[in-house]
């Protein structure tokens, strides 16, 4: 085994060593095509002869698939200096920007434009390089223009993982991609915490992941109120029989949550807030929606308040800051403004939406200016107010307001006919109410009122 | 118009907007199956609150998630009691 790395002064164990502190017994990374026990991922490179190279360096790891991500984040963390982690949809037009901003070396990848092209596994010697307490960087799940990339640390990352109170080894799953926040604290629940994990796939449908986790044992599962909503309305849900239930990324209703513990009775349901800049926040364990307003007063790593009507989190599970911005993450008092609305009713929290207006459907994000955008280019609109209508299926769906002369039937069907061809189908509105008026804040703009 | 008419007139229409192929509709039609993605289950379930009053999901006791067309139908006819 390797010389532990946690040794060297000021050094923080790596990835690696964390999992084989843990064992690697019987554990393995699974995705559709393959299945990666994590003893070779421990042992084995897929970087060729280059992987000396990229010690010290900043490393852009860009992949089709979500299990050669999940390879290299294990082969690099305490190797490279700065791990920048892109999304499966990164635009690759922001590609440039990118790399000026988190001053990227070696773009590593599956893809032909990369520096550096995976290639098939062989031995390696793990010990010769020298540690680095690596940066990992990953982006926020914005709307449109520049992704904002924040940065974090292994530490903080794992922050909030638990040892394991079950005996058996979990094996986890998540219908998330680990190259998000979300997804990769599942990732990293199952290789620091000592299970396996089972990754979903693009082209896979709810129907056949549900059958793939339910054949390899999935005990533990997670996913977004809208995944779990999917999963909730297809045959293949009996596949599966975990004994731990998460949800997390979206607001959690009180719908799902009932209709989780009817449908897994006896399972604990648990529903976690966090977000890529704030960490981990808490997790609520009671199967309400909203999380209870003790949580304010609570001590420890992470401290909660509200003000402004919105969700501040200060915590060492946050993000440093911001990479390749002047923009600050944290206020005077270490606080992170979340941007999310929160309403106190009786001795409980409960969860309004974004303070920005920004609309989640399914976890996608839509800007509402985006769509305003679009539906203003019309001759006949005025002014348009582009928001969120709760939904009991994708959280919410995206409606507008329209001022417009002459507002008839025929101007509605070109206004939506408009959207569908500029717009991608989860931003288009689906219905469109002609308004008088639409309110104006005194400082000018729309008045954005939650729907 | 009966409620199992209109959520059929709303799934077609959904589907043409959409432009998705719909499934013939019978009451063993799995919706994840239909041809409808989860975006187009959304619109279809607030278009029927428009059209019915109503949305089971968010004013039932007993929310589940129906598999079938035939369960779908059975689940909005019981909201409207």
Redesign the interface.
């Known amino acids: 085994m390797n010389a532990p790395q946690a040794s060297a002064p000021g050094l923080k164990a790596s990835l690696a060593d964390r999992i084989a502190l843990s064992g690697v017994e019987g554990r393995r990374l699974h995705d559709v095509r393959e299945t990666v026990p994590l003893a070779a991922a421990l042992s084995e490179t897929r970087l060729g002869g280059a992987r000396e190279a990229l010690a010290g360096r900043n490393v852009l790891v860009r992949t089709k698939g979500q299990l050669a991500a999940a390879l290299l984040l294990i082969e690099l963390d305490g190797v490279a200096r700065r791990l920048v982690i892109a999304p499966p949809d990164l635009d690759p037009a922001h590609l440039p920007a990118v790399t000026l901003d988190a001053e990227i070396d070696v773009v590593v990848g599956d893809d032909a434009d990369c520096d550096l092209s995976l290639s098939a596994p062989r031995p390696h010697g793990r010990s010769d390089l020298p540690p680095h307490s690596t940066e990992w960087v990953m982006f926020t799940s914005g709307t449109t223009g520049r992704p904002k990339m924040v940065a974090h640390t292994l530490d903080g990352l794992t922050g909030a993982i638990k040892p394991s109170k079950d005996d058996a080894l979990p094996v986890w799953g998540t219908f998330y991609d680990i190259r998000r926040y979300g997804g990769l604290q599942m990732l990293l629940r199952a290789l620091v915490g000592g299970g396996s994990m089972i990754l979903s796939s693009a082209e896979e ?3 056949a992941f549900l059958a793939r986790l339910g054949a390899l044992g999935v005990t533990h599962l997670s996913g977004t109120p ?1 995944h779990w ?2 999963a ?4 293949a849900l009996h596949a599966i029989s975990p004994r731990y239930v998460r949800l997390s990324g979206e607001i959690a209703d009180q ?1 799902v949550l ?2 989780l513990a ?2 897994f009775p006896g399972v604990p349901v648990g529903h976690a807030y966090a977000s890529t800049e704030a960490g981990v926040g808490f997790e609520v364990d009671d199967g309400l929606e909203g999380f209870p307003a003790a949580y304010l007063d609570r001590a420890g790593e992470v401290r909660m308040k509200v003000e402004d009507g919105t969700l501040r989190i200060r915590s060492n599970r946050a993000a440093s800051g911001y990479v390749g911005s002047a923009e600050t993450l944290h206020d005077a008092d270490g606080f992170i403004d979340t941007g999310d609305l929160v309403e106190r009713r009786g001795d409980r929290f409960y969860f309004m939406g974004r303070r920005s207006g920004v609309i989640n ?2 976890g996608l994000k839509i800007s509402p200016e985006e769509v305003e955008a679009v539906i203003n280019r019309h001759p006949a609109v005025r002014m348009s107010l582009v928001k969120g ?6 959280g919410a ?1 995206v409606v507008a307001d329209v001022v417009a002369e002459p507002s008839d039937e025929a101007l509605r069907d070109e206004l ?1 006919a408009l959207c ?1 061809a500029a717009l991608p ?2 931003k288009a509105p ?2 469109i109410r002609f308004v008088e008026a639409l309110a104006v804040t005194p400082g000018g703009k729309l008045e954005r009122r939650l729907a | 118009m009966s409620i199992k008419t209109t959520i059929a007139a709303e799934m077609r229409r959904v589907a043409g907007e959409q432009n998705k192929t719909l499934a013939p509709i019978a009451d063993d039609l799995v919706l994840l199956d239909c041809g409808l993605d989860s975006l187009c289950f959304a619109i279809l379930v607030a278009r029927l609150e428009d059209a019915l009053g109503f949305d089971p999901f968010s004013t039932e006791e007993d929310v589940y998630f129906p598999t079938t067309f035939g369960e779908f139908v059975a689940f909005y006819e019981r909201a409207a009691g």
Do not use: C, E, Q
Not at chain 1, 232 to 235: D, I
Not at chain 1, 389 to 394: A, E, G, L
């Open positions: 449908g709810v129907g809208s909503r999917k909730l309305m297809s045959p719908a009932d209709a009817a449908a459907v399914g209508r709760r939904n009991p299926i994708t769906i939506l569908r189908p989860f689906t219905s």
